[in-house]
Nanobody, 122 residues
Framework: HVQLVESGGGSVEVGGSLTLSCKTS????????MAWFRQSEGAQREWVSG???????TYADSVKDRFTISKDASKNTVYLKMDDLKPDDTAIYYC?????????????????WGQGTQVTVS
């Protein structure tokens, strides 16, 4: 039984930093693609970043060079470090898991989701 629980969201000023955490259970990082998505008010959920079982990382163009995804199997946690935050980064951020060595970017490719954590940049 897979569970994903996000934390670390909050309010931050423009240019500030936050680190989101996704505590997992029932996930073997050696077999799962982990990803972060976000959804701003009135918009569709969009893919932000992914990390595959080999720890290869990918990023949306809008966050490249500002966000860093990582995972710590000993803590059963996936992180998203966000620097130089902008108002457009305001959204609910979701952690997602896919049982596959391949990290795709579509919502339908991920079967497991957390409840989300709010990030507000102003």
């Amino acid at each position: 039984h897979v569970q994903l629980v996000e934390s670390g969201g909050g309010s931050v000023e423009v240019g500030g930093s936050l680190t989101l955490s996704c505590k997992t259970s029932g996930v073997w990082y050696s077999s799962y693609c982990m990803a972060w998505f976000r959804q701003s008010e009135g918009a569709q959920r969009e893919w932000v970043s992914g990390i595959d079982p080999s720890s290869r990382t990918t990023y949306a163009d809008s966050v490249k060079d500002r966000f860093t995804i990582s995972k710590d199997a000993s803590k059963n946690t996936v992180y998203l470090k966000m620097d130089d935050l902008k108002p457009d980064d305001t959204a609910i951020y979701y952690c997602a898991a896919r049982y596959s060595e391949y990290c795709y970017r579509r919502i339908i490719d991920f079967g497991e989701w957390g409840q989300g954590t709010q990030v507000t940049v102003s």
